[in-house]
């Protein structure tokens, strides 16, 4: 597998610049904030500097930068090239353990909040934030749960925080098996807060995930799945993961539906 460059990791978890997939013509804009909708077709991102090394490197990668707000345009191809670029996982690795990942929602890019607040922050509308706290904790907001499609009124609070979760497209214990075995922990840390492999989720739809891989489990909402899809690969990508049979599959299957 050809590795993926160096400096376009570290954009990748350094930057707040993660997946939204809209049509664009022959090709799919990726960058700027998950659209909150389970459609994809009415996703409306918002864009997110990325920087001239960053710009650089994903170029490298095949990326192309389309403007200066940093979104980035690919063809329709190039995530199923991305992953027939996957290399298969010969075996996979035993004895996960999440105190491996570091801190539990580390403020990995030092920007004085933690990333469950970040992605709240991110993912939620019509936020509200607890005084004082120079708007990072989320007090209150409105969730439109991409892999239900459903609607979820959140409030933070011992018991109804739980309501709204932050899903691992690729869950930590996954990438433990895939490849994460043998990163650094400073590297698992920064997986495990990556902006790009997280988004907040209807609570017990991400229990009921677990540390599934794409072949045992997919977003109960169908509309959802090539955003999850395209998702997932995009982190293998980044990450440099292995990838087992059956979620070859149904990744393979399930793009192969998404169109252009």
């Known amino acids: 597998m ?10 990748l978890l350094a930057a707040v610049v993660v997946l939204v997939a809209t049509q664009l ?36 990668a095949g990326f192309a930068v389309v403007d200066a707000s ?20 010969s075996r996979v690795a035993t004895g996960y353990d999440r ?3 570091g801190q539990r929602w580390a403020d990995v890019d030092r920007n ?6 970040d992605v709240l922050a991110r993912d939620l ?6 005084p004082g ?23 933070r609070g011992e018991r109804s925080s739980q309501l709204v979760q932050i899903d691992h497209v690729v869950p930590l214990a996954w990438g433990w098996r895939h490849g994460g075995n043998a990163w650094t922990p400073e590297q698992r840390e920064q997986f495990a807060n990556d902006p790009i492999n997280l988004q907040a989720v209807d609570g017990a739809t991400n229990s009921s995930k677990s540390d599934s891989g794409p072949g045992d489990w997919m977003p109960p909402a169908a509309a959802s799945h090539c955003e999850y899809a395209a998702r997932f690969v995009l982190v293998l990508m980044a990450y440099d993961l292995t990838l087992d049979d059956a979620d070859r599959q149904e990744l393979t299957s ?6 252009a």
């Open 254 to 259: 399930t793009l192969g539906t998404c169109g």
């Open 70 to 89: 940093g979104q980035l345009v690919v063809s329709g191809s190039a995530v199923e090239d991305a992953l027939a670029d996957v290399d298969t996982a």
């Open 2 to 11: 050809k590795k993926t460059p160096v400096a376009l990791l570290v954009a």
């Open 133 to 155: 706290t120079r708007d990072c904790v989320v007090l209150t907001g409105v969730l439109h749960d991409l892999y239900t499609g459903t609607t979820i009124d959140f409030q």
């Open 99 to 101: 105190e491996l990942f």
């Open 112 to 117: 004085g909040c933690d990333t469950r607040n």
């Open 25 to 60: 013509g022959g090709g799919t804009v990726f960058g700027g904030v998950l659209s909150p909708s389970p459609s994809l077709s009415s996703a409306a991102p918002v864009p997110a500097p990325v920087s001239p090394s960053a710009r650089a490197s994903l170029e490298a």
């Open 125 to 130: 509308v019509g936020v509200t934030f607890k």
